[in-house]
Each structure stands twice: as structure tokens, then as C-alpha cells.
């Protein structure tokens, strides 16, 4: 990936979906702590979805919130993130769900890349 400076206040990579741009300012682009979460949380998703779907667990819906713990001292490192899974679904328990969620946590390269440093909790809630 190449990052080029853009507008004097952002840096801007071309990714196969389209520009993105980061900037430590909302009003330029989106800032390099919600880069990390999205990703942390839009991968463990992602490999959670899998599973689901080769489990052959049928699902309407899964909606994951993220909160987000920083230092209050500069330089404000995220040091946890907690990921609240909400599955609609049938013909499966929450437990299963849960089995499935934690064999997704240890499956998905971004959680795994940052668990060392950062505190991932996971929790669910299975709406049926």
C-alpha cells in the first residue's frame, strides 16, 4: 500500500474498494483509531459469519457493537475492545453460538494480530 499526503491534513491510499482516506481530524477523514476497530471488529465478524455458514446455521441478522477503551494519557493507545455480538437466528442455542464466536476469535488474523497488546472480549446475545 502507498499512503501519498493529501490536502496537507490527510493520507490517502487507493484500495480495490476505492480511495480511503486517514487523518487524525473527523473533518478529513477517518481517524486512525476507528481504522482499528473497524477492522478488528469487521474481521472477527467476518470469520464468524463463515463458521455460521458452514455450521449451516441459518441467520437473519448479526450486528456487532464495539466499545472501546483508551488511555486517558496521551498518547491515548486503545487498550481494550469489546465486541457485542447480536445474532437472529433459529435452531441453534447460544452456547453453540458462542462456541462458534470463540472459534472465530482465534480464526480471525486481525484479533490474533493484535491480542498481545489489546484486551478483545467478545459477548453475544442470540435473538430469535
Given amino acids: 500500500m502507498k499512503f501519498t499526503i493529501h490536502n496537507d491534513e490527510a493520507f490517502e491510499t487507493e484500495a480495490p474498494f476505492g480511495p480511503l482516506v486517514i487523518s487524525g481530524n473527523d473533518e478529513f477523514g477517518y481517524r486512525p483509531y476507528q481504522l482499528l476497530v473497524s477492522s478488528i471488529a469487521g474481521c472477527s465478524a467476518s470469520v464468524f459469519r463463515k ?7 441459518e441467520f437473519e441478522d ?23 455480538f447480536t445474532v437472529a437466528a433459529r435452531g441453534v442455542s447460544e452456547e453453540q453460538l458462542q462456541k462458534m464466536l470463540h472459534v472465530a476469535s482465534k480464526n480471525c488474523p486481525i484479533v490474533q494480530s493484535v491480542n498481545q497488546s489489546i484486551e478483545i472480549k467478545e459477548t453475544l446475545t442470540l435473538r430469535t
Fill in 51 to 57: 463458521i455460521l455458514r458452514k455450521r449451516r446455521v
Fill in 62 to 84: 448479526i450486528v456487532v457493537e464495539a466499545e472501546v477503551t483508551r488511555n486517558d494519557n496521551p498518547p491515548s493507545e486503545v487498550q481494550a475492545v469489546h465486541l457485542h
